[in-house]
């Protein structure tokens, strides 16, 4: 009975690392009963993500209309997934919650592993938005029910996007180090309110370890300016080199920190801080379109030389396969697009519509080619039908990434010749706007 909840997972969570560009980081899930919590920014799809990242199959709470819905609801119960029954839903079914509990705490106890989301919605909103108690009564209950020798793991979780609504961005996939609860016996037979509040701060301060949180989405786009230029004018990375988001995660992180330090203790410097960054830098690069990376001081014989020989190679090699796959496969690219702006999509559902749309296509689409294999030729040319067209798809997607990447540094390129004064001018606001950030590191150590 395992298998199918396994193949399930396993499709899905490879459905969802095409989608985006997957970044895992953490230490793997422990053995054992587990809690994995995490925050909730992109509805199903965080789920699939948890998926692909896990060494364990970990069953899903979800919302209980979830459930009845035709094909989701069978995905769901698959997966061994619990439903919630959410006021906002439906308040006379709250009573139904009782059987979640129990499933839930019966799972933990048979040894399984469960996902759950605190917040109880999906949401974005910059910062996460107030935690329910459910996790943490979900785990008191289970160390009680097993006289608080369970031995209960709960793993916080961190799911960050560069932008959700878009296919092929970024994903950073944070798992925290995994706690207990057994050491709260004591204060739960005292006053159990107490105790499923203790735990939910617990959960809560490690999942806001593993997010990045701002007062408003607007601080977000200033992190990210001001860490891209701070890391290249200190030399820390190529100027034209696009950095996985998991690993600028500690440094956004720092600077997050940092910026809200700025706001309540100095707010004046803060508010000349955004408008440089805004007004000056930003709309700069706009103007350029410099994109992900920076804008280089220079451009140098050799590094430009290899560039060209590497990505034009790789392009020259990959066309034909790209081409092919691009023939094959842009029907079912364009599909999720086209289903959305039909459906009228909320924000928040928007990348699941177009990941089951994707998943949808693209299965029919490879059953098609499978069949019109068989048609021309029999069975061999179905098999290769078969592998060729999965293959020359894949091909075709990091090929036009890569295509992409260059048509904007190229671009770039062509842009800056004969503009000294450009180049100038990011210089100078570069080294300026590093220089501030250093100064107000230094007090901000100072004043900690």
Not at 188 to 195: I, K, L, Q, S, V
Not at 210 to 235: G, I, K, P
Not at 364 to 378: E, F, M, R
């Amino acid at each position: 009975m395992d298998r199918i909840p396994k193949l399930v997972a396993s499709i899905t969570g490879t459905a969802a690392a095409l989608f985006y560009r997957v970044d895992r980081h953490g230490p793997p899930l422990p053995e054992g009963p587990l809690i994995v919590a995490a925050n909730h920014p992109n509805s199903l799809v965080d789920a699939l993500l948890i998926f692909r990242c896990s060494e364990r199959i970990t069953r899903p709470l979800g919302r209980a209309p979830l459930f009845d819905r035709f094909l989701l609801g069978l995905l769901l119960r698959a997966l061994g997934g619990i439903p919630v029954h959410r006021r906002e839903d439906d308040p006379e079914a709250t009573h139904r919650n009782e059987q979640m509990f129990r499933s839930a705490v019966d799972a933990l106890h048979g040894g399984g592993a469960i996902q759950i989301y605190p917040e109880g919605r999906s949401h974005s909103e910059a910062h996460l938005v107030e935690f329910r108690t459910g996790t943490a009564r979900i785990a008191l209950q289970a160390e009680e029910g097993a006289d608080w020798g369970l031995g209960l793991s709960i793993v916080p979780v961190g799911i960050t996007y560069a932008a959700k609504e878009l296919a092929r961005t970024e994903v950073a996939v944070r798992f925290g180090k995994a706690f207990g609860c057994a050491d709260l016996n004591d204060a739960y037979r005292e006053d159990p309110g107490a105790a499923v509040r203790s735990l939910t701060e617990r959960i809560e301060d490690g999942i806001r370890r593993q997010t990045l949180n701002f007062d408003r989405h607007r601080d977000r786009v200033l992190v990210q300016v001001a860490e891209q230029l701070y890391v290249r004018e200190s030399r820390w990375v190529p100027w034209r080199v696009r950095e996985r988001l998991g690993t600028r995660f500690p440094r956004l992180q720092r600077f997050a920190r940092g910026l809200e330090w700025i706001r309540e203790a100095h707010p004046e410097e803060h508010r000349r801080l955004i408008e440089k960054v805004e007004r000056c830098y930003a709309a700069l690069s706009d103007a350029l379109q410099a994109g992900e990376g920076d804008v280089p001081r220079r451009f140098k014989f050799l590094p430009v030389a290899r560039y060209i020989l590497v990505r034009g190679t790789l392009l020259a090699l990959g066309l034909p396969f790209a081409m092919a796959g691009s023939l094959l496969w842009v029907p079912v690219a364009r599909l999720p697009g086209f289903v959305v702006r039909r459906a009228k999509a909320q924000y928040e559902v928007t990348a699941t519509i177009k990941l089951a749309t994707l998943l949808g296509g693209t299965l029919a689409a490879w059953i098609l080619w499978l069949v019109l294999g068989y048609l021309a030729g029999g069975l061999t040319v179905a098999a290769v039908a078969a592998v060729l067209a999965p293959v020359c798809g894949f091909v075709a997607m990091l090929w036009m990434e890569l295509a992409r990447e260059v048509s904007e540094d190229t671009a770039l390129f062509l842009r800056l010749q004969g503009r000294p004064d450009l180049r100038k001018q990011f210089a100078e606001l570069r080294s300026e706007l590093t220089e501030t950030f250093r100064q107000l590191e230094k007090q901000w150590m100072e004043e900690r």
